[in-house]
């Protein structure tokens, strides 16, 4: 290794090093635990007593904790508690549809302060998409009470992903007025803080590596199936995007079972999207002969057969023998379906899980899963294990303000600075 000169500063082993690493240790203890006395910090940091006190009066003289009470139970005087500053930053995160923009504000501790929701319905789309953002983020910053200056991060999850090398949006036809060639540099120009942009699949791995079922596991596949399939790679702990940020969008996968359809990105169909897209199944479940409300989106009519099909929804206790038979075998069809496309990505990738999420995937349950298990075990030489996500409500938005708070974190936590 080469020499280092004793004292520099950022010299890695230096005193102020070792403040900035024990500081960032104990901040973390702090968002994991909750409130903590200087005596449980020294004791969970193997840190001495009076280093303990040191750190966290340096902490709390850069704002960064505050002194919250005193700690029952025991006798004697309590001790005095610590927390995290939640007001040292803000940030929010936005879930975009082609319906609406879902937007919310959280805290330093990851604290919800605040929430907006923006329609957009094809009628009223006049303004520009980067308005609606500013909107939605200024809906969000008044609910929590804020102005869109005191937000330290925004992260936005559209459908399809920013080509990093023209900066456009891809693989989303549906989302209009998002493929404007100027949209970053016209967010950029109106928000004050940094804003990233990211495919709303990869937000919801974000969300189910840090707090869900892929938590501790540092390579996975999240499958997504509401109206449409896609999925995040996670290799190493960091997604993978690929080059022009297309990584995941398997919905155009060619496999088994599905029309081979030539120049996808121009038809929007075929592969993947046609044997297990929740148009695909609806259109499944009519051959079937299961009928459904046609003025129901497909999602939602699909995700009603499968929770009857598993048992989920009691009116299935009472379907006659032929429609129970073909709610099963819609099941078994979606699972192998749903297993086939896997057994390609599973071939070439051999990730460690497999997290099902979105709506369709949270209707069939385990009884899908562990039905997707057993196919996948027949048509792949890897066997990772398959969970259901645990993230269920908004994860997409849930993802994105847990993208902009691990990024502040890093910032904010930084003493070494």
Not at 193 to 217: F, I, T, W
Not at 377 to 397: D, F, K, M, N, Q
Request: charged share 20%.
């Amino acid at each position: 290794m080469p020499a280092t000169t004793p004292g520099t500063p950022g010299t890695p082993g230096t005193p102020r090093v070792l403040r900035a690493m024990n500081d960032r240790a104990a901040l973390e203890l702090l968002l994991r635990h909750g409130p903590l006395s200087r005596a449980r910090i020294g004791a969970l940091t193997g840190l001495s007593k009076p280093t303990a006190s040191q750190l966290l009066a340096r902490l709390e003289a850069a704002g960064l904790v505050l002194a919250t009470g005193t700690s029952t139970g025991r006798p004697g005087p309590g001790a005095q508690l610590y927390s995290i500053n939640p007001a040292v930053a803000r940030v929010a995160g936005l879930d975009v549809t082609a319906a609406r923009v879902r937007a919310a504000v959280a805290d330093l501790t990851g604290r919800t302060v605040g929430t907006f929701e923006l329609p957009t319905p094809p009628g009223a789309r006049t303004a520009s998409a980067a308005e609606h953002v500013v909107a939605a983020v200024d809906g969000a910053a008044k609910a929590a009470g804020l102005v869109r200056a005191d937000l330290h991060r925004v992260v936005v999850g559209t459908p399809g992903a920013f080509d990093p090398r023209t900066g456009r949006l891809r693989y989303a036809s549906h989302l209009p007025g998002w493929h404007a060639p100027e949209l970053l540099e016209e967010l950029a120009a109106a928000l004050p803080m940094p804003v990233d942009c990211e495919n709303d699949v990869n937000l919801v791995a974000v969300a189910e590596q840090h707090g869900g079922a892929a938590h501790g596991h540092d390579d996975f596949v999240l499958l997504w199936a509401e109206e449409g399939v896609g999925a995040a790679l996670v290799f190493g702990g960091r997604l993978h995007r690929g080059s022009t940020g297309g990584a995941g969008e398997v919905g155009f996968l060619p496999v088994p079972g599905a029309p081979l359809v030539r120049g996808v990105g121009r038809v929007g169909g075929g592969g993947f999207q046609a044997l297990v897209g929740a148009q695909a199944l609806r259109r499944l479940a009519h051959e079937l002969g299961l009928r459904t409300d046609p003025a129901v989106p497909d999602a939602e009519a699909v995700a009603t057969l499968l929770r009857r099909a598993t048992g989920a929804d009691t009116a299935a206790d009472h379907a006659a023998d032929d429609e129970a038979a073909a709610l099963d075998e819609l099941l078994r069809r979606t699972a192998t379906g749903i297993a086939t496309g896997l057994a390609a990505m599973v071939a070439v990738l051999d990730p460690e899980l497999i997290v099902l999420s979105g709506r369709l995937h949270h209707a069939g349950g385990e009884v899908l899963r562990e039905a997707v298990q057993r196919e996948l075990a027949e048509l792949a030489a890897p066997r990772p294990r398959t969970v259901l996500g645990h993230v269920t409500e908004s994860p997409v938005l849930a993802g994105a303000l847990a993208g902009a708070l691990l990024t502040t974190r890093d910032e904010v936590f930084d003493t070494n600075r």
